[in-house]
């Protein structure tokens, strides 16, 4: 389990804790405030002595009447601020990234816009023969990053989207890993890679809109 985990448990708990709290003060303030509606409290008694007694016996119970009050409001609000803060941190965990699911996107980002750039490169006449082991190192890079599970905090769809995102990295790194010299060098591969790449590029767009990731500061690290 994430911290993240913890932390809406252990707040959740302390909110349900609060609740029974309030229940268990609001049975007592209301059972005070029963028991002064009752005659016995609203006619003074004429014996001087009994009097006092009983004053001092109603004030008690308006004190007491009070202080649940005031436990009621402080049990309340600490009881809405903790479920509201655990409710928060799951909301947060569903719709963000952990940083272990950052750090790949990111790299997968930069892998791929890399990636891109060197097909082009051969594409337009470069040199397969220079690039070809950086494609080697890149194949075993998406492909160990494709392998990696998802983080079990996320929301469904988030899920799914990283997923399908990671998938299509390893089916792309499994790919180039079987790519000859020869074959790179070919008009034909080039084009099918730059479409694999593109498709990746759009399940990428779809985890940056979910997980609202900043394209443009990513755009400046590359």
Known sequence: MVLLDWFFIGLLSFAILCFLLLLFCLFYFFSIKKELRKKQW???????????????????LEIRKKRYATKVFILFVVMFISAGSAFYARYYQLTNLTSE??????QGYLLTEDLKEKMITIK???????????FQEVSALLVSYGNRPVSGGLSTEGAKL??????????VGLNLSTLSQTQLEQQETIDGYLKDVERINERQKA??????????ALKQKN
Do not use: C
């Not at 609203?42 to 008690?60: E, T």
């Not at 337009?124 to 950086?134: I, M």
């Open 124 to 134: 337009e006449g470069g040199s397969a023969e220079k690039v070809y082991p950086q």
């Open 42 to 60: 609203h006619k003074r008694p004429k014996n001087k002595m009994k009097r006092k007694k009983w004053l001092r016996a109603r004030k008690s």
């Open 101 to 106: 699911d950052a750090k790949i996107v990111v």
């Open 162 to 171: 990283l997923t399908r995102y990671y998938v299509s990295m390893k089916n």
């Open 207 to 216: 985890v940056f809109s979910y997980f609202k990731v900043n394209e443009s």
